[in-house]
């Protein structure tokens, strides 16, 4: 494949070495939503078998508490891109921050099981908001050279979350002597779990204050000299301000207000670029990897694994993501989207297959033979690598750079809600199925893993080194 290269549309395009530092700084500032993203969706990996314990509910009953908070999340998504339109994209992120709070307190001090549920709610609805305001922000910050990279911090925000959520929950785990229902500081450890996410929340409400507005939002509601001293901090006094003005002005004035409305068109409802976006956002959850951070310890545990291994290897695995994670901001920019998510359906297939074949076996004395075994762990990092360092980046960058100016925001909150929704479906449904067949249900991914590589050949088209306004 070869490229070449062209002049930028008007001003110089990239930021200067001494604002680069201040330019990461604000889109790692905007990325504390992924973090708690990713923490809050993940801490709950810990208080799965707790919930089931101390609730005495069956499979399906538990998936609907553990699932529930991805309807929040898909309500949050979808009216995210109003919500920024009409206050702000600052604003969003302080909402999502008291609402983040909130959550992490009620689910750390339920009174019963319909309140634990109704705290999840609460914090999936700042998750969704989160996953629609931090890349469609940095998106609008960032230097349209360092687009990419930039809008990776979204899903490294995530998977550090991940992380760290689920170090935290190994450390308490230990700490209770390895009893997710072990007493700590007078709750129950998964309590514990769930209540410490207040620490990131009230940080990334007082990051909020340390960053500044959108230059597009600015130019929306008139105030066109601040959004000129922030396009001079973010691309450099040496940028011709008056020219991005004036080509962020004349994509706002011929893109109008987006709404769910203006997504209808073509021949399916929707115009076929949503469509793609859907497409982008199901796929991406149907191969199952949230199952490996909502599940991995029972996961691991139905298979003969001892409770605190289990929780050690969900956290491997986030070690993994992070790898991952961090191959793909490297090479995002430079490979392109595309390369990079064909090279991660290859290698999800493939992985989903061995374990498909792993937990196909019959357990021995309550555990997976110990070829089987190793195949199944070694599987389950590679599957996560793969997703991590392909799809978990990729999507999110080109979420946020896909669509045309005049419907980016409500169709980044169709598209993030359809991701929700698509998590859910997983979410709610494995319990069920692995009680049904595990092995079966890792089939199902591997078929979705194997389709998405026609998908991505067919219908998605590279957007690296193009500027939003350059999206039609």
């Known amino acids: 494949m070869t490229s070449t290269t062209q002049a930028p549309p008007s001003g110089a395009r990239t930021a200067h070495p001494e604002h680069l530092g201040h330019v990461i700084f604000i889109a790692a500032a905007a990325a504390m939503g992924g973090f708690l993203f990713g923490y809050d969706s993940s801490v709950i990996n810990g208080a799965v078998e707790a919930i089931r314990d101390r609730y005495d509910i069956g499979s399906a009953a538990l998936a609907q508490v553990i699932a529930i908070a991805l309807i929040g999340c898909a309500i949050g998504a979808a009216t995210a891109g109003r919500i920024a339109d009409r206050i702000g994209r600052i604003r969003c992120m302080r909402i999502a921050a008291v609402l983040f709070t909130i959550s992490a307190v009620g689910s750390a001090l339920p009174f019963a099981l319909w309140d634990l549920a109704l705290w999840r709610i609460v914090g999936g609805f700042a998750i969704g908001m989160a996953s629609v305001i931090g890349p469609a922000y940095i998106a609008e910050v960032a230097p349209p050279a360092y687009r990419g990279r930039l809008g990776s911090f979204q899903q490294a925000a995530i998977v550090v979350g991940i992380a760290i959520s689920q170090l935290v929950n190994w450390g308490l785990l230990n700490a209770a002597d390895g009893k997710q229902r072990g007493h700590l500081m007078g709750l129950e450890a998964w309590q514990v779990m769930l209540g410490v996410m207040v620490i990131p929340a009230v940080l990334y409400g007082m990051l909020s204050f340390a960053i500044p507005e959108s230059p597009r939002f600015l130019l929306s509601v008139g105030k066109r000299d601040r959004a000129k001293e922030i396009l001079a901090e973010v691309e450099g006094g040496n940028t011709d301000l008056d020219g991005r003005v004036a080509e962020i002005e004349l994509a706002m004035r011929s893109e109008h207000r987006s ?83 064909l090279i991660g359906s290859i290698g999800m297939a493939v992985g989903l297959a061995l374990e498909a074949w792993a937990f196909s076996s019959h357990l021995v004395d309550g555990r997976l033979p110990a070829t089987q075994g190793w195949v199944a762990l070694i599987a389950a990092h590679g599957f996560v690598l793969f997703f991590a360092l392909s799809w978990g980046v990729v999507v999110w960058v080109m979420l946020g750079e896909m669509f045309p100016n005049r419907i980016r925001a409500a169709a980044l909150g169709v598209a993030a809600a359809a991701q929700w929704i698509a998590n859910w479906a997983i979410t709610a449904s494995f319990p069920s199925l692995a009680d049904w067949n595990l092995s079966g249900t890792y089939v199902i991914y591997t078929v979705f893993a194997a389709l998405s590589i026609p998908f991505v050949l067919k219908f998605v088209k590279e957007t690296k080194g193009k500027s939003l306004e350059e999206m039609g």
């Open 259 to 341: 709404t769910f409305k203006d997504l209808l068109g073509g021949g399916f409802f929707f115009k076929p670029i949503v469509w793609v976006g859907i497409g982008l956002s199901v796929f991406q959850q149907f191969v199952g990897i949230n199952v490996a951070f909502y599940y991995s310890s029972t996961l691991w545990q139905s298979v003969g694994v001892d409770p605190t291994d289990s929780f050690f290897y969900s956290f491997t695995t986030s070690i993994i993501n992070i790898l991952g994670t961090v191959i793909a901001m490297i090479f995002v920019d430079r490979v392109g989207r595309k390369p990079l998510a």
